[in-house]
């Protein structure tokens, strides 16, 4: 018996543990829209995971909502996304020498990408997060280090270890014989990267 982990693998038939990628996202967009924001983009990972492209969807479903302003071009697809911070800074550099509009809030598929692109922006003075706020996701431990420390979706590894263990001990047993999928919530843990916008509407970038 066995579990995926951190993968939802998705029309395959095994069990599988991962974070709530879609209740996540939701969460995120809704505390950008609380504090005011009403154009939001996302820093899509240009290698994606099947979790990326549950966070890509859900952020898109997330931002038709009413009172949201959608489209295509808010969503910043840094291209290519290598891991690594340098690599997410100068793809954040090649957006902003191509005069990509941001808006004043961004959205990113995970912390590393998060924090790379905020290093571009402030060599380029651009303020974190006086003229644009950022969430990162997986909650890293170097996310509470970054200036200013990112705010971000804390997801809790050590319950869906947990659960990935009871589900395998009770497949072990013969208590289980059937597949399961099991969404773990997360926590959004608010730092000093998100603010309310400085004017609604406003982009960052050339015309």
């Not at 879609?22 to 154009?39: D, M, P, Q």
């Not at 290698?47 to 952020?59: L, Q």
């Amino acid at each position: 018996p066995f579990v995926i982990v951190d993968n939802a693998l998705e029309r395959l038939p095994f069990s599988t543990v991962t974070m709530d990628n879609a209740g996540s996202v939701f969460e995120a967009v809704e505390y950008l829209r609380s504090l005011g924001h009403r154009k939001i983009g996302f820093l899509y990972n240009s290698i994606p995971s099947s979790n990326d492209n549950a966070r890509r969807d859900a952020f898109e479903a997330a931002m038709h909502q009413p009172g949201l302003s959608y489209s295509d071009d808010l969503i910043c697809r840094v291209f290519p996304v290598t891991p690594g911070l340098n690599a997410a800074c100068e793809d954040m550099n090649r957006l902003l020498d191509a005069g990509r509009k941001l808006p004043p809030a961004l959205f990113a598929d995970n912390d590393v990408i998060a924090i790379g692109a905020m290093r571009a922006m402030q060599e380029r003075g651009i303020r974190v997060p006086q003229d644009i706020s950022m969430i990162g996701f997986d909650g890293l431990p170097f996310s509470a280090m970054s200036e200013p420390t990112l705010t971000t979706v804390d997801v809790p590894c050590a319950d869906i270890g947990r659960w990935a263990v009871n589900i395998i001990h009770q497949q072990m047993r013969g208590r289980i014989r059937t597949t399961c999928s099991i969404h773990v919530s997360t926590q959004l843990h608010i730092r000093k990267s998100t603010a309310a916008p400085r004017s609604s509407g406003e982009v960052w970038g050339k015309e």
